[in-house]
């Protein structure tokens, strides 16, 4: 088994579209999550998952140098941004891409799916 | 190209797939398949004298590999011990004797054609693992550098180890939208080899040859699919032109050329298919332009050309593909059914001015109505946008001839 995060890329785009949407149309998105959710980890695929809070709360952390840097915001300036996330345990890259399926399907945005190193110890 | 080179690129797939599924690396199946041709050309002139290779130089070269691979694998076990231990555990079926197993190549192309990879990427690696042409061969092919080639190459392996591409037939739901990307992959190589988008040769028929072999090997694996014996069939067709197709340099256009000229064995085979794909009743893509051709192969001179079966042909291709690029092939048999009028008024409609066959189209349309400047600008148009020698000489011929 090979651990794979799906994770959730919003842009501007998405934020417009979010906003658009009428509380009926997000509680929809919200169950449709949920159900995914409940689908992933009835599999026994689920590891974690969730979604980020908005991206000005991120802080960003540099301890390279000889002094910790601390900057509010986030580390790339791009408008794309972390939405959110699952990681998942599947036997292949088209049993991770079926779940990618279903989970851009329930979360109304594209899902990137990348595999992690290596597996988790035992 | 040497006797035993030649078979050995025949083999080259099955040796590599039957390689991969008892090793489970496609790196040390493609280098173990290579340390079998070095024993095979050094070997086979003495132990064959005859015939040059022996009785079953598939399991001969597949044998000879795997041993290579095994004393390579023992060496290394030494070294990466962890190497060895992951092997064993992603490879269940490892101790599988290594036979010549058909879907062995059935998986290998799959998985070269996996849509997780960008299509240049698919092409490469189907050439190279499954067609067993070299890095510099295909680089030259699609006239990139030999090292930007490699590197596509070897990124497209590393993907396949490190998202864990699997190495299988997709599942029978799958299967349609998974056998597309291979047919398109094939369908790719065959399209360059057709018409070079640019280098000296007009035709490489190397590439389109090699494009026939792969689909045929598919055809063999699923001799049920009529999107795969549609792609054969428009392939065989196309093909039986290819040495009429260019006469001194210059592109031939369909009704120049020389019909006595055309390969009638493989238009036997591909009337054959078309007939198959008739009677299975489920027209695509490929199968319509398949029976397109059928019908350009069947007309004795271009004078016979049953224009109206190719129009209804194109309309029903048209009704699944609504695509600009039908409707201009659609157009030109509507310009021998209704005129040049007719015609002209659908293609100028087309959003196709990037097309260096749009403006061809155009221009011979304007010149069979008399409008000799317009199709003068029409045939520079085409000509700015073309890279290939032979098709060039032939539109700035016709362009000369023009009142």
Known sequence: MTQYMLSVHHDPADDARM???????????FQAVDAFNAAV??????????????????????????????????FAESKEYLGGFWIIEAADLDAALDWAKRGSQACRGPVEVRPFQEEPAE | MHQVERVYREEFGRVVASLVRRFGDIDVAEDAAGEALLVALERWPELYPETGAPPN???????????????????????????????????????????????????LIFTCCHPARAP????????????????????????????TMAQRITRAKKKIAGAKIPYRVPEPADLPERLDAVLAVLYLVFNEGYLATSGDAAIRRDLTAEAIRLVRIVRHLLPERPDVAGLLALMLLIE????????????????????????????????ALVRECLARNQPDR???LAAINAV?????????????QIAALYAQLAAIDPSPLVALNRAVAVAELDGAEVALAQVDRLPLAGYHAWHVTRAELLRRLGRSAESREAYDAALALIDNPAETAYLTRRR????
């Open chain 2, 400 to 403: 000369a001839q023009l009142a």
């Open chain 2, 296 to 308: 350009h192969t069947d007309a004795l001179s271009a004078a016979d050309t049953d224009w109206a």
């Open chain 2, 57 to 107: 130089p598939g399991a001969w070269l597949t044998t000879t590999a795997a041993n290579k691979a095994v004393d390579r694998l023992r060496r290394e076990s030494h070294r990466d011990a962890k190497h060895q231990a992951a092997l064993v555990i992603e490879n269940p079926e490892k101790h599988q004797p290594t036979g010549v197993v058909e879907d062995d190549r059935l998986r």
């Open chain 1, 19 to 29: 906003a658009a949407m009428s509380p009926e149309e997000m509680q929809e998105v």
């Open chain 2, 240 to 271: 039986s032109r290819a040495s009429t197709r260019v006469a001194g340099g210059e592109l031939v256009p369909l009704h120049e050329q020389d019909r006595g000229g055309w390969d009638r064995s493989l238009i036997a085979e591909g009337h």
């Open chain 1, 41 to 74: 980890q009835e599999a026994g695929a689920w590891v974690f998952g969730g979604g980020l809070q908005a991206i000005d709360m991120s802080t960003t952390v540099d301890n390279t140098g000889t002094d910790a840097v601390v900057t509010d915001g986030p």
């Open chain 2, 120 to 147: 240049e990427a698919r092409v490469a690696l189907t050439l190279r693992l499954l067609g067993g042409l070299t890095v510099a061969e295909i680089a030259q092919a699609f006239l990139v550098p030999e090292t």
């Open chain 2, 286 to 288: 490929y199968q319509l």
